[in-house]
Nanobody, 112 residues
């Protein structure tokens, strides 16, 4: 059974930090291949960490992806958050993206 469960989002002030978690279940989700995406209001979903880009320019130096294979979990540590980081954050693997399988995501809102 395929399952992606993202958590850790919330409301944070500019300059604050959050750590997102993603627990992946299912044979198509190799933790080493998991990436983080985000979808800002009114915009398309974009890759922000992992995969072929390592980190998007907009988050480089502020976001760090890490993985715990024993827990089937991938993390996204976010610091120095900006209002433009607001959006729904998703994890996924290239295979999951190719079959359009997504979890529910976790909402991050950066606002004073």
């Amino acid at each position: 059974q395929l399952q992606l469960v993202e958590s850790g989002g919330g409301l944070v002030q500019p300059g604050g930090s959050l750590r997102l978690s993603c627990v992946a279940s299912g044979s198509i989700f190799s933790i080493n291949a998991m990436d983080w995406y985000r979808q800002a209001p009114g915009k398309k979903r974009e890759l922000v960490a992992g995969g072929r880009i390592n980190y998007a320019d907009s988050v480089k130096g502020r976001f760090t992806i890490s993985r715990d294979n024993a827990k089937n979990t991938v993390y996204l540590q976010m610091s120095s958050l900006k209002p433009e980081d607001t959006g729904v954050y998703y994890c996924n693997s290239p295979v999951g993206v190719s079959i359009a399988y997504w979890g529910q995501g976790t909402q991050v809102t950066v606002s004073s």
